[in-house]
């Protein structure tokens, strides 16, 4: 069956005085349809960034999201 959604290598830095913060960095995963993924981690590892990415909520840094066949970077 195909992927509903596909990430591949998905990073989103956030620019900083320091230099840029990698809140996604790599993130690959596929999901078929009517099944679930869960994300897990401590505080700060970036959970809600890689979700407002996948919505655009913010502008991906690099890689692709690709929903139902069709990439929506
Ligand atoms: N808009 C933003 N601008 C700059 N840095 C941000 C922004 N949003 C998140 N960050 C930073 O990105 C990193 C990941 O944050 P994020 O909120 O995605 O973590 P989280 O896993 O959802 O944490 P929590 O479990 O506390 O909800 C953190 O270092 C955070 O400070
Ligand atoms: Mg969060």
Redesign the pocket.
């Known amino acids: 069956m195909a992927a509903l959604i596909e990430l591949k290598h998905l990073k989103?830095y956030?620019?900083?005085s320091k230099g840029a913060?990698h809140?996604?960095d790599d993130v690959s995963f596929s999901i078929e349809e009517g099944t679930t993924l869960g994300v897990v981690?401590?505080?700060?590892?970036?959970?809600?960034?890689?979700?407002?990415t996948i919505i655009h909520l913010?502008e991906s840094t690099d890689g692709q999201i690709i929903y139902r066949g069709k990439d929506m970077c």
């Open positions: 989103k956030f620019p900083t913060l809140a996604v981690g401590e505080s700060g590892c970036g959970k809600s960034t890689l979700g407002r913010h």
